[in-house]
């Protein structure tokens, strides 16, 4: 029997991450086709740790990562492809030792972090000309590194023509989808309110005080908010800005994926509002996906890469504008609870179905190399 082709994938995770795709597409379903081992990174050891199929790396060693996984015993030579996820530095040197090794280079790109970063900043409007002109030369050294690669893998065709069109690079955009392990059926929540739950980050630059100003105005209204984030004390500052519906929101605490699950599952509607700018509207918000894995429906920016994938039959759509929110609110609060589990139901079978599963991904990632 013919043995497995092998892959290192590169992640800027800490260990234990299970975040994006590394968990159910890399660590998963991947596997039956290749032999997978994943190295991450750890702030908080000094040594090296090889755990099953894992590896666990000290971060300062990040930037010549390839030699000190030569001085470790990991034979690079061993790989038949080498994917490192978002970091160029760790790119820019698994790259200068790809003729070394004998090895394919993919990337990664699952969100442009640097270019949220300058759009945060022009949003502030603290961007000035220098930060201009480093985003600029910032974007030209990733679209040289990008054009070394074998195969591009950025999270929406969107992102790609949007930030890095033109690469000449062979491109299978991998975005966010369900695990057809994972998913389950819709749940009924307890009591009479409408429970929404928000997952993700609370920055300036995703304005999600406009969400808080639009359930401010839902007077008497039933209703309670549930927000998922890593940063749950820059939360709590924000919400402290609205006393008069800060009893009706709670900050939940996930260390896990499975635990992240278990709290959405106890909702009724996902909350995935983002402003409609070039940054968030080249791809499906991520959090969706989990959303969807657990049957309840996405509350979206009406925007045209969301209606690519969705429809008034499984998602809910708004402009981005607090009157619209809390309109559209105040709608989702008096539908009926089999309207809504009927819609989170079409959306999830929509999601397994259309491609954004990871079982049909895998498969179609391993075509994709073998082609190489």
Same mark, same amino acid.
């Given at each position: 029997?013919? +043995?497995?082709?092998?892959?290192?994938?590169?992640?800027?995770?800490?260990?234990?991450?299970?975040?994006?795709?590394?968990?159910?597409?890399?660590?998963?379903?991947?596997?039956?086709?290749?032999?997978?081992?994943?190295?991450? =990174?750890?702030? =908080?050891?000094?040594?090296?740790?090889?755990?099953?199929?894992?590896?666990?790396?000290?971060?300062?060693?990040?930037?010549?990562?390839?030699?000190? /996984?030569?001085?470790?015993?990991?034979?690079? +030579?061993?790989?038949?492809?080498?994917?490192?996820?978002?970091?160029?530095?760790?790119?820019?040197?698994?790259?200068?030792?790809?003729?070394?090794?004998?090895?394919?280079?993919?990337?990664?790109?699952?969100?442009?972090? %640097?270019? *949220?970063?300058?759009?945060?900043?022009?949003?502030?409007?603290?961007?000035?000309?220098?930060?201009?002109?480093?985003?600029?030369?910032?974007?030209?050294?990733?679209? !040289?590194?990008?054009?070394?690669?074998?195969?591009?893998?950025?999270?929406?065709?969107?992102?790609?023509?949007?930030?890095?069109?033109?690469?000449?690079?062979?491109?299978?955009?991998?975005?966010?989808?369900?695990?057809?392990?994972?998913?389950?059926?819709?749940? *009924?929540?307890?009591?009479?309110?409408?429970?929404?739950?928000?997952?993700?980050?609370?920055?300036? @630059?995703?304005?999600?005080?406009?969400?808080?100003?639009?359930?401010?105005?839902? !007077?008497?209204?039933?209703?309670?908010?549930?927000?998922?984030?890593?940063?749950?004390?820059?939360?709590?500052?924000?919400?402290?800005?609205?006393?008069?519906?800060?009893? %009706?929101?709670?900050?939940? %605490?996930?260390?896990? @994926?499975?635990?992240?699950?278990?709290?959405?599952?106890?909702?009724?509607?996902?909350?995935?509002?983002?402003?409609?700018?070039?940054?968030?509207?080249?791809?499906?918000?991520?959090?969706?996906?989990?959303?969807?894995?657990?049957?309840?429906?996405? @509350?979206?920016?009406? !925007?045209?890469? !969301?209606?690519?994938?969705?429809?008034?039959?499984?998602?809910?759509?708004?402009?981005?504008?607090?009157? *619209?929110?809390?309109?559209?609110?105040?709608?989702?609060?008096?539908?009926?609870?089999?309207?809504?589990?009927?819609?989170?139901?079409?959306?999830?079978?929509?999601?397994?179905?259309?491609?954004?599963?990871?079982?049909?991904?895998?498969? *179609?990632?391993?075509? %994709? /190399?073998?082609?190489?």
């Amino acid at each position: 029997m013919q +043995s497995k082709k092998r892959l290192l994938y590169i992640t800027d995770q800490q260990e234990y991450s299970e975040h994006g795709t590394v968990g159910p597409l890399f660590k998963g379903y991947l596997k039956e086709y290749l032999d997978v081992n994943i190295i991450y =990174f750890t702030k =908080f050891k000094n040594s090296f740790q090889a755990k099953e199929n894992d590896f666990v790396v000290p971060i300062q060693y990040k930037k010549e990562i390839s030699c000190y /996984l030569d001085s470790k015993g990991v034979d690079l +030579s061993s790989y038949d492809y080498v994917f490192v996820r978002n970091k160029p530095d760790i790119l820019k040197d698994v790259l200068a030792n790809r003729q070394k090794y004998g090895y394919k280079v993919g990337y990664r790109l699952s969100f442009p972090k %640097k270019e *949220e970063y300058y759009e945060a900043q022009k949003a502030k409007n603290s961007a000035t000309f220098i930060d201009s002109v480093k985003n600029y030369f910032t974007a030209q050294s990733k679209k !040289n590194l990008l054009a070394q690669c074998d195969i591009f893998m950025p999270t929406s065709k969107d992102m790609e023509d949007t930030f890095y069109a033109d690469s000449g690079v062979l491109s299978f955009p991998l975005p966010a989808g369900l695990d057809p392990a994972k998913i389950k059926p819709h749940k *009924e929540s307890d009591g009479e309110e409408r429970h929404f739950i928000y997952v993700g980050t609370l920055d300036a @630059l995703r304005d999600f005080e406009k969400v808080l100003v639009a359930f401010s105005k839902l !007077n008497g209204a039933k209703w309670h908010l549930n927000i998922s984030t890593l940063d749950s004390e820059f939360a709590r500052a924000v919400i402290a800005k609205y006393p008069s519906i800060s009893d %009706k929101i709670t900050i939940l %605490k996930a260390d896990t @994926l499975d635990e992240l699950r278990e709290h959405i599952d106890a909702c009724d509607v996902g909350i995935a509002l983002l402003p409609n700018i070039q940054i968030y509207s080249t791809s499906i918000p991520a959090k969706t996906m989990d959303y969807y894995t657990c049957a309840i429906p996405t @509350l979206l920016t009406d !925007n045209p890469k !969301n209606r690519t994938l969705f429809s008034d039959e499984d998602a809910l759509f708004c402009e981005f504008k607090s009157d *619209e929110i809390a309109k559209k609110l105040s709608s989702i609060i008096d539908m009926s609870q089999e309207d809504i589990a009927k819609m989170g139901h079409a959306g999830q079978e929509k999601l397994l179905h259309h491609k954004r599963n990871y079982k049909i991904m895998a498969k *179609e990632l391993y075509e %994709k /190399l073998e082609s190489l």
